[in-house]
């Protein structure tokens, strides 16, 4: 996109935030980087270039414009609709893999040299891993500093910081202004505070449109009874982080989605970002998927009744796969209870002062361990749900950011009890693949019988091909026609 000058320029001109986050806009004359959506007068096209990421703007010299604030904006769609290793590796340095593991753990997840992930990443970013993890430890430190009384010193080593002075350092040279100027600037002095200890709230920015009722209607209906709930009109749930454990309350509004997140450990907020906005889809470009989408005039209504559905994913792709388990052929209510039965036995007891979540969803490791006979599930399932248990703890089988979608899936189907429909709702809803399809669904045929579409899954699959790569979506257009709780938001 950001090589196609006169389309840049177009979406400058009209201030277009659909292409916020796909490119930035740098500009010569004044030495800052922008947004395409930035409020104020667009320079002149000959004063303007382009670049892919905010790493590449910094690393040409530009410093991050104090209107529009590009650092912030919605990532780049591309990252969630590919699996290549590009992709795959932005997808773990928006995990924090970088600041845990350097460079060379990233490269050794990816099967590549770390010259080789440099190579590709320079090509087609215009920076590298340091530099792309930099940035991203900028803007947890900047969150941190506008949102929490932390000292400096605790901010910088929060945000994955070395040392105090590179953090002045990049702080400084990313936003033109220091740790201090920045917080006054926000409006917080050294004494205040937050609600709560270790809380901090944000906002979370998402491409328009987006519908929330059967995102958060999915997540609401489907929520493990100690690890998830619906509380005060927002989703609310814990999180296993690399660091300590978290909770999560997200509420939709209508041009951003409000987070209220409280950690044990501070280091774990570019993670917990990064995973709620995996949950809740929010990189899409739904501009992209409903125009393939209306391209069908069967679908078309559908997606003109309520555009902008995401597909509701997950903050741990070997829980969901685990649920995924529990939940074959049978309802919701049961799956649900399934599921907190081996929560409340195995999951870790966490303290929720301000609802209802008791514990973390317990882990391959933990779960490794238990004892089929206690599981009121059919011998076959069980079978099924000690394999995948077992594979996921002794790493036979990954699920996780950097998957590779069809090796994953292979995998997957080797496994026993593991159709199709288990294995593509988990690639959909885990994994995060857009052209995921379950044309076996039993919800799915309904709605396409209704529609006038074919209900048998090979004709249906044949048909979806031009729906692709954005089935997973038509899937959530589909259910959508159903009454099912899922698809509507909870009072």
Same mark, same amino acid.
């Given at each position: 996109?950001?090589?196609?000058?006169?389309?840049?320029?177009?979406?400058?001109?009209?201030?277009?935030?659909?292409f916020?986050?796909?490119?930035?806009?740098?500009?010569?004359?004044?030495?800052?980087y922008?947004?395409?959506?930035?409020p104020?007068?667009?320079?002149?096209?000959?004063?303007?270039?382009?670049h892919?990421?905010a790493?590449?703007c910094?690393?040409?010299?530009?410093?991050?414009?104090?209107r529009c604030?590009?650092?912030?904006?919605p990532?780049?769609?591309?990252?969630?609709?590919?699996a290549?290793?590009?992709?795959?590796?932005?997808?773990?340095?928006?995990?924090?893999?970088?600041?845990?593991?350097?460079?060379?753990?990233l490269?050794?997840?990816?099967?590549?040299?770390?010259?080789?992930?440099?190579?590709?990443?320079?090509a087609?970013?215009?920076?590298?891993?340091?530099?792309?993890?930099?940035?991203?430890?900028?803007?947890t430190?900047?969150l941190?500093?506008?949102?929490?009384?932390?000292?400096?010193?605790?901010?910088?080593?929060?945000a994955?910081?070395?040392?105090i002075?590179t953090?002045?350092?990049?702080?400084?040279e990313?936003?033109?202004?220091?740790?201090?100027?920045?917080?006054?600037?926000?409006?917080?002095?050294?004494?205040?505070?937050p609600p709560?200890?270790g809380?901090?709230?944000?906002?979370?920015p998402?491409?328009?449109?987006?519908?929330?009722?059967n &995102? *958060?209607?999915?997540?609401? %209906?489907? /929520?493990?009874?100690?690890? !998830?709930?619906?509380?005060?009109g927002?989703? $609310? =749930? #814990?999180?296993?982080?690399?660091?300590?454990?978290?909770?999560?309350?997200l509420?939709?509004?209508?041009?951003?989605?409000a987070?209220?997140?409280?950690?044990?450990?501070p280091?774990?907020?570019?993670?917990?970002?990064?995973r709620?906005?995996r949950l809740?889809?929010?990189?899409?470009?739904?501009?992209?998927?409903?125009?393939?989408?209306?391209?069908?005039?069967?679908?078309?209504?559908?997606?003109d009744?309520?555009?902008g559905?995401?597909?509701?994913r997950?903050?741990?792709?070997?829980?969901?796969?685990?649920?995924a388990?529990?939940?074959?052929?049978?309802?919701t209510?049961?799956?649900?209870?399934?599921?907190?039965?081996?929560?409340?036995?195995?999951?870790?007891?966490?303290?929720?002062?301000?609802g209802?979540?008791?514990? &973390? *969803?317990?882990?391959?490791? %933990?779960? /490794?361990?238990l004892d089929? !006979?206690?599981?009121?599930?059919?011998?076959? $399932? =069980? #079978?099924?749900?000690l394999?995948?248990?077992?594979?996921?703890?002794?790493?036979?089988?990954?699920l996780?950011?950097?998957?590779?979608?069809?090796e994953?899936?292979?995998?997957?189907?080797?496994?026993?009890?593991f159709?199709?429909?288990?294995?593509?709702?988990?690639?959909?809803?885990a994994?995060?693949?857009?052209?995921?399809?379950l044309?076996?669904?039993?919800?799915?045929?309904?709605?396409?019988?209704?529609?006038g579409?074919?209900?048998?899954?090979?004709?249906?699959?044949?048909?979806?091909?031009?729906?692709?790569?954005?089935?997973a979506?038509?899937?959530?257009y589909?259910?959508?026609?159903?009454?099912?709780?899922?698809?509507?938001?909870?009072?």
């Amino acid at each position: 996109m950001h090589t196609d000058t006169e389309r840049c320029v177009r979406a400058v001109r009209s201030k277009d935030a659909r292409f916020d986050g796909v490119f930035f806009t740098a500009v010569r004359t004044t030495g800052i980087y922008c947004r395409p959506s930035c409020p104020v007068v667009p320079p002149k096209a000959e004063n303007m270039e382009f670049h892919p990421s905010a790493a590449a703007c910094q690393r040409a010299g530009f410093r991050a414009c104090k209107r529009c604030r590009p650092d912030t904006s919605p990532g780049s769609p591309a990252w969630n609709a590919r699996a290549d290793a590009v992709a795959r590796a932005m997808r773990l340095i928006q995990d924090g893999v970088v600041d845990r593991e350097g460079v060379p753990g990233l490269a050794a997840r990816l099967g590549y040299s770390a010259r080789q992930i440099e190579r590709q990443l320079l090509a087609e970013l215009g920076a590298g891993p340091l530099a792309l993890a930099r940035t991203q430890r900028a803007q947890t430190a900047r969150l941190l500093i506008e949102t929490t009384p932390l000292p400096m010193a605790e901010i910088a080593f929060a945000a994955g910081f070395s040392s105090i002075r590179t953090f002045n350092d990049t702080v400084r040279e990313v936003f033109a202004l220091t740790p201090g100027e920045l917080r006054a600037r926000a409006g917080r002095g050294p004494a205040a505070g937050p609600p709560a200890p270790g809380v901090i709230t944000l906002r979370l920015p998402f491409r328009a449109p987006l519908a929330p009722s059967n &995102l *958060f209607g999915h997540l609401a %209906a489907t /929520a493990v009874p100690g690890v !998830e709930e619906w509380r005060d009109g927002a989703y $609310r =749930r #814990t999180l296993s982080l690399p660091y300590g454990h978290g909770i999560v309350a997200l509420a939709p509004r209508p041009d951003h989605i409000a987070c209220r997140l409280s950690l044990t450990d501070p280091r774990d907020l570019t993670v917990a970002i990064s995973r709620c906005r995996r949950l809740l889809d929010l990189d899409a470009d739904p501009v992209a998927v409903d125009e393939r989408l209306r391209a069908d005039p069967l679908l078309a209504p559908l997606v003109d009744q309520e555009p902008g559905r995401r597909v509701p994913r997950t903050v741990d792709a070997a829980e969901f796969a685990v649920r995924a388990v529990l939940g074959q052929q049978v309802s919701t209510a049961a799956a649900r209870t399934h599921a907190g039965r081996l929560v409340a036995a195995y999951g870790t007891p966490v303290d929720d002062p301000e609802g209802g979540l008791t514990h &973390l *969803f317990p882990g391959p490791e %933990a779960l /490794a361990g238990l004892d089929p !006979e206690t599981l009121a599930l059919p011998r076959s $399932r =069980r #079978t099924t749900l000690l394999t995948l248990v077992g594979a996921l703890a002794d790493g036979s089988l990954r699920l996780d950011v950097d998957s590779d979608w069809e090796e994953a899936r292979a995998r997957l189907a080797a496994l026993p009890g593991f159709g199709p429909w288990t294995t593509e709702v988990v690639a959909m809803r885990a994994l995060g693949d857009p052209d995921a399809f379950l044309p076996g669904d039993l919800g799915v045929r309904r709605a396409a019988q209704g529609l006038g579409l074919p209900a048998t899954p090979a004709a249906l699959t044949a048909r979806a091909a031009q729906w692709r790569p954005w089935r997973a979506y038509a899937v959530q257009y589909l259910w959508a026609t159903d009454s099912h709780p899922i698809n509507h938001l909870p009072r």
